[in-house]
């Protein structure tokens, strides 16, 4: 992935005679941009298989919106970070469709539903924005931008929630949505506290580890 995106960089650079601080610009943003294509056709197209490739997405945007301006834990390489979301965003769709939809109860949804986002919001304050050696936040006019950016998400995220479980209640329809919204909301909620950081750098070893043997065979 990151070679392809070098390449079409590259490509890109020679063409339009741009060099210096302007390429390396260019090459980041296409190393975004191929890995957003990549996750998201792979979420969609082993959504299919389960059935869920719509609650797939919905995890997978309400995950990387918010991602956008409140930062979180990275992973070691693009390919392993692409393997855990499409990892999650499959497993969590299947449970969601499958099982909880069903077994939950309104009431409890609702209690559920409060209770996560009372939890994002002070976790949004306490550690959002989360910035990277890669990509510092040197002002605190960005991190105030970025941070009200969080809070106008999780608002928007709050009335799309609750008007799901509204209409689940009113018209009997499933929760399933409702749900994947919860479940991507915590996922990067959970990226940006320092469990979820040990989880995933665990993971993150492990799958390292097990790519050099594989490659070493």
């Known amino acids: 992935m990151l070679t392809l995106s070098k390449k079409i960089s590259t490509i890109i650079c020679i063409n339009l005679d ?4 302007k390429k390396e ?29 719509f ?24 390919n392993i970070c ?17 099982v909880l ?19 994002s919001f002070i976790v949004i304050y306490l550690k959002a924005p989360m910035d ?13 931008r970025l941070r009200k950016s969080c809070y106008i998400i999780l608002t928007v995220y709050a009335f799309i929630t609750a008007t ?6 009113q018209f009997e329809m499933t929760t399933t949505y409702a749900l994947c919204f919860l479940f991507g909301l915590m996922w990067q909620i959970l990226t940006l506290t320092k469990i979820g950081s040990k989880l995933i750098g ?3 070893k492990g799958m390292s580890r097990t790519w050099k043997r594989l490659r070493s065979m």
């Open 25 to 53: 610009i260019i090459e980041y943003g296409m190393i975004a941009l191929v890995q957003t294509v990549i996750f998201v056709l792979a979420v969609f197209f082993a959504g299919i298989f389960t059935g869920t490739a």
């Open 101 to 119: 939809a069903d077994w939950i109860s309104l009431f409890w949804l609702s209690v559920i539903t409060a209770a996560c986002y009372t939890l």
């Open 132 to 144: 990277t050696k890669n990509k510092p936040i040197n002002t605190v006019k960005k991190k105030t």
């Open 82 to 98: 692409t393997i855990i979301g499409v990892a999650f965003c499959l497993l969590a769709s299947v449970l969601i469709k499958y």
């Open 202 to 204: 665990s993971l993150d």
């Open 164 to 169: 799901l479980i509204y209409l689940s209640y």
């Open 18 to 21: 741009i060099n210096g601080e």
């Open 55 to 78: 609650a797939a997405l919905i995890i997978c945007f309400s995950t990387s919106i918010l991602r956008k301006s409140s930062g979180g834990f990275h992973v070691s390489s693009i």
